[in-house]
């Protein structure tokens, strides 16, 4: 019936899978919870052992990093059931009925999506840059979300038909964090699927440091430019990549490179300090994307 797979990085999820086991044994279905460390060989994987002495539970920890995509591919390659359910370790569930609220809809569609929440409070002021983009652009309402069905996929809080999800996986080829649900959402919306998006929301546990969040995000950017120079997502799909095509097309990409590079220390200044600003973030996000960019991506 349901194989949820957990992917896990230096976090402890036995919480989170002692709450599915729950839930998942009081609805009565068949299922397995598949969870894999990606060789963090964290102090805390003490605590996930004691995943495997629950039933229809295994936890797994990898000698070799393999990076998140793979690691998800890897569980969905072990999984045994129809129906996957991807939840990342450092999800936090919210609700009583999340197992059975999924399982109403499963028959009827091939993806459905739960969304994702950031806590109301910001754990720590050096937190603040990943809290406040999940909080205030990330954290989509369902009716929200609907207006974009696909744009608005992500992966951590998605149930989906296995037989649907092998056909496109995760980009393994790809070693860089960033845009694992941009390239996979893309590829699936090519498929004519049934997409559902349901209220049934994770909140994020595992905030990173501003200076963390800055590292993953120029990372991610490059990812992005790749993914969209091989033909793995479309302009449609991100709006950074629309904006960068308008600057390629009146050709000011490099004067906007060359007036980031001047003022990158400010802009990383604000945005690992004890109150970063969104508009710089982007203002930041543009600039270095812009400064990376090859000449390839035009329209």
Not at 9 to 18: D, R, S
């Amino acid at each position: 019936m349901l194989s949820i797979l957990i992917p896990i990085y230096n976090y402890n999820a036995y919480p989170l899978v002692l709450e599915l086991h729950k839930q998942c044994m009081e609805c009565a279905i068949d299922f397995e919870i598949l969870c894999q460390d990606d060789a963090s060989y964290s102090e805390l994987n003490l605590e996930n052992e004691k995943i495997n002495s629950l039933s229809n539970c295994n936890f797994t920890e990898l000698k070799v990093n393999i990076a998140h995509r793979q690691n998800r591919n890897f569980l969905a390659n072990k999984a045994k059931y129809e129906n996957l359910l991807f939840i990342d370790g450092d999800s936090i569930l919210i609700r009583s009925n999340y197992i059975s609220s999924y399982i109403s809809w499963l028959t009827n569609f091939d993806i459905v999506y739960g969304g994702r929440l950031h806590p109301e409070i910001c754990p720590s002021n050096n937190q603040k840059l990943r809290w406040k983009y999940g909080r205030f652009i990330e954290d989509k309402s369902l009716k929200n979300r609907n207006l974009a069905p696909f744009q608005s996929l992500l992966f951590n809080n998605t149930a989906i038909k296995k037989d649907c999800f092998d056909k496109v996986k995760f980009d393994a080829h790809l070693t860089k964090y960033g845009h694992d649900d941009t390239q996979l959402s893309c590829q699936l919306s090519l498929l004519n699927l049934k997409l559902k998006h349901i209220d049934n929301p994770v909140e994020h546990g595992d905030i990173d440091s501003n200076t963390a969040y800055l590292k993953k995000s120029k990372s991610s950017l490059k990812n992005l430019i790749v993914l969209f120079e091989e033909g793995k997502i479309k302009k449609e799909f991100s709006r950074l990549i629309s904006l960068l095509l308008v600057l390629n097309k009146f050709n000011i990409t490099r004067l906007i490179s060359k007036i980031y590079k001047k003022i990158e220390g400010f802009l990383i200044t604000n945005l690992k300090g004890e109150n970063p600003n969104l508009l710089i973030y982007n203002i930041f996000r543009i600039g270095y994307l812009c400064s990376i960019s090859s000449k390839k991506t035009t329209n």
